[in-house]
């Protein structure tokens, strides 16, 4: 991903089948019958638990779930460069060598045993409700839900970038805004056509855009200089260098918002989390250590798109254009795979009674939470055309926020509800998993710790509007403005859903 996105904002999340047209709502559906208004105190409840449905067609299977999970988190090398800026080669090696074993695996396993354990849309929204109640629920979703939709608009501006090195008239004014808008439409309907269409188009653009840095490492290898991967840089920018490997290596639990999508999310989802790490690892690894290797450039020219003139320098201009070309389709499956998150979080929302029930409504022709693709790209639409750096780093301190909540959430579970039926769980004791939680919370706080006075107020300000929505959703609620799942209609439903689909 580009060093502007990821130093900037995360990549950064039912059941299929259901469906019903424009007042049907598909998918897994809640089974507690509990109407307990939003906003209102009590003890902790019984989450609900929406099982997939093994008769549902257009599910993801392995190969296109593993290339959604590495759309979520990496989507290629670019963005790695500015580690080595920061750092310098041994350093910048190093970290993508160390860091997934302190960040990404733990992350990984905590998503692999709650995904496989709680297996709906919704996700970590699903997770922290059943460890803590609505509201902490409610906030999960709403920090990782904005942290995804700001992080989203930087993808068609990028692709708007990249096109307008071809045709410079796109660069400024009326075309930009119009291909901005364009790219954002374009894909949203993409992603409106289906998971199934979403996965395969994963895995077409992860090969496409991967394709140059196989080159790039086979090619360079008569070039290589081991000494130059010693290098310890002759500058230290660690918040750049922190930050980096961070948004780089993040976001492993996107994916869980659509494990009620996913065929036999048991088997698929460790299996598919082990493959995208691997290949998430040698992605950055292999391209880094030849492009370090082979050419002797200083420090500081190691900035964003570096890889481009990298590739030219090794191998000829064609294979830069075929990497910066790369770095477009790489844009385009990091956005398909952060709306696909997006949307089927609210639909889980809406299932779980947290938003109001359109949001579980589902595609007539294609079974997709429509509603929601549409509020998740006309919030992106709009994003696009802000000047949203400090906004996008707020972002960032929010889905650390969300983060902790989940670490909390998964042990408290393990305490609260030991005989909650894992398929995959992590060997290991309480105190164990406390050790596996504590460095990337501990990482965590660091991040948001170094984070400017800006992105604390914008941040504490995007806090307290969630909260008064979830008022303000309670109140409607109680007053019967909208309508919400109460799990006994949207369990008929269910049932009226896939009569249908066994027919």
């Given at each position: 991903?580009?060093?502007?996105?990821?130093?900037?904002?995360?990549?950064?999340?039912?059941?299929?089948?259901?469906?019903?047209?424009?007042?049907?709502?598909?998918?897994?559906?809640?089974?507690?019958?509990?109407?307990?208004?939003?906003g209102?105190?009590?003890t902790?409840?019984?989450?609900i638990?929406?099982?997939?449905?093994?008769s549902?067609?257009?599910?993801?299977?392995?190969?296109?779930?593993?290339?959604?999970?590495?759309?979520?988190?990496?989507?290629?090398?670019?963005?790695?460069?500015?580690?080595?800026?920061?750092?310098?080669?041994?350093?910048?090696?190093?970290?993508?060598?160390?860091?997934?074993?302190?960040?990404?695996?733990?992350?990984?396993?905590?998503?692999a045993?709650?995904?496989?354990?709680i297996?709906?849309?919704?996700?970590?929204v699903?997770?922290?409700?059943?460890?803590?109640?609505?509201f902490?629920?409610?906030?999960?979703?709403?920090?990782?839900?904005?942290?995804?939709?700001?992080?989203?608009?930087?993808?068609?501006?990028?692709?708007?970038?990249?096109?307008?090195?071809?045709?410079?008239?796109?660069?400024?004014?009326?075309?930009?805004?119009?291909?901005?808008?364009?790219?954002?439409?374009?894909?949203?309907?993409?992603?409106?056509?289906?998971?199934?269409?979403?996965?395969?188009?994963?895995?077409a653009?992860?090969?496409?855009?991967?394709m140059?840095?196989?080159?790039?490492?086979?090619?360079?290898?008569?070039?290589?200089?081991?000494?130059?991967?010693?290098?310890?840089?002759?500058?230290?920018?660690?918040?750049?260098?922190?930050?980096?490997?961070?948004?780089?290596?993040?976001?492993?639990?996107?994916?869980?918002?659509?494990?009620?999508?996913?065929?036999?999310?048991?088997?698929?989802?460790?299996?598919?989390?082990?493959?995208?790490?691997?290949?998430?690892?040698?992605?950055?690894?292999?391209?880094?250590?030849?492009?370090?290797?082979?050419?002797?450039?200083?420090?500081?020219?190691?900035?964003?798109?570096?890889?481009?003139?990298?590739a030219g320098?090794?191998?000829?201009?064609?294979?830069?254009?075929?990497?910066?070309?790369?770095?477009?389709?790489?844009?385009?499956?990091?956005?398909?795979?952060?709306?696909?998150?997006?949307?089927?979080?609210l639909?889980?929302?809406?299932?779980?009674?947290?938003?109001?029930?359109?949001?579980a409504?589902?595609?007539?022709?294609?079974?997709?939470?429509?509603?929601?693709?549409?509020?998740?790209?006309?919030?992106?639409?709009?994003?696009?055309?802000?000047?949203?750096?400090?906004?996008?780093?707020?972002?960032?301190?929010?889905?650390?926020?969300?983060?902790?909540?989940?670490?909390?959430?998964?042990?408290?579970?393990?305490?609260?509800?030991?005989?909650?039926?894992?398929?995959?769980?992590?060997?290991?004791?309480?105190?164990?998993?406390?050790?596996?939680?504590?460095?990337?919370?501990?990482?965590?706080l660091?991040?948001?710790?170094?984070?400017?006075?800006?992105?604390?107020?914008?941040?504490?300000g995007?806090?307290?509007?969630?909260?008064?929505?979830?008022?303000?959703?309670?109140?409607?609620?109680?007053?019967?403005?909208?309508?919400?799942?109460?799990g006994?209609?949207?369990?008929?439903?269910?049932?009226?859903?896939?009569?249908?689909?066994?027919?």
């Amino acid at each position: 991903m580009s060093p502007e996105i990821q130093l900037q904002g995360p990549r950064s999340p039912g059941e299929g089948g259901g469906g019903g047209g424009g007042g049907g709502s598909g998918g897994s559906q809640p089974n507690n019958k509990s109407t307990r208004p939003m906003g209102s105190s009590g003890t902790l409840q019984e989450s609900i638990l929406p099982k997939p449905n093994p008769s549902s067609p257009n599910k993801l299977t392995l190969i296109p779930l593993i290339f959604v999970i590495y759309f979520e988190v990496a989507g290629g090398p670019y963005g790695a460069e500015p580690a080595v800026e920061a750092g310098g080669a041994l350093l910048a090696l190093l970290g993508f060598l160390i860091f997934p074993f302190i960040w990404s695996i733990p992350e990984s396993l905590v998503t692999a045993e709650l995904a496989t354990a709680i297996p709906g849309n919704g996700g970590f929204v699903l997770w922290a409700d059943r460890a803590f109640g609505r509201f902490p629920g409610f906030m999960m979703g709403s920090w990782k839900f904005l942290s995804g939709v700001i992080n989203s608009a930087a993808f068609p501006v990028l692709c708007a970038d990249y096109l307008a090195r071809a045709a410079p008239v796109l660069g400024d004014g009326v075309p930009r805004d119009a291909t901005v808008t364009g790219m954002n439409l374009l894909l949203s309907f993409v992603n409106y056509t289906g998971l199934t269409i979403v996965g395969y188009t994963a895995v077409a653009l992860g090969v496409a855009s991967l394709m140059p840095f196989v080159l790039i490492s086979a090619i360079a290898v008569p070039k290589l200089r081991p000494r130059r991967w010693l290098e310890g840089g002759k500058s230290r920018d660690w918040r750049l260098f922190f930050n980096t490997l961070f948004w780089n290596l993040n976001f492993w639990d996107s994916a869980s918002t659509m494990a009620g999508e996913v065929e036999r999310p048991e088997r698929t989802f460790p299996r598919a989390l082990l493959a995208a790490g691997l290949m998430t690892s040698l992605g950055y690894l292999l391209p880094l250590m030849a492009a370090i290797g082979a050419i002797d450039a200083p420090q500081d020219a190691w900035g964003d798109g570096y890889f481009a003139d990298a590739a030219g320098i090794i191998a000829g201009k064609w294979l830069k254009y075929w990497t910066e070309v790369g770095a477009v389709l790489s844009a385009i499956g990091l956005y398909e795979a952060q709306l696909s998150s997006c949307a089927f979080q609210l639909l889980g929302m809406a299932e779980l009674g947290l938003l109001p029930r359109a949001f579980a409504y589902r595609a007539k022709w294609f079974k997709t939470p429509w509603l929601g693709i549409l509020t998740s790209s006309l919030i992106t639409l709009a994003i696009s055309f802000m000047n949203f750096d400090d906004i996008i780093s707020s972002a960032n301190f929010l889905y650390s926020l969300g983060m902790l909540l989940e670490f909390a959430a998964f042990l408290w579970l393990r305490r609260k509800d030991p005989n909650l039926q894992r398929p995959y769980r992590v060997p290991m004791r309480l105190p164990g998993l406390v050790l596996l939680c504590l460095v990337p919370s501990a990482f965590l706080l660091f991040v948001m710790a170094i984070a400017t006075w800006k992105v604390f107020v914008i941040s504490a300000g995007l806090t307290v509007l969630a909260v008064g929505v979830y008022f303000v959703l309670g109140f409607c609620r109680n007053r019967g403005c909208l309508k919400f799942n109460n799990g006994e209609e949207m369990g008929e439903e269910k049932r009226q859903n896939e009569e249908r689909d066994e027919v």
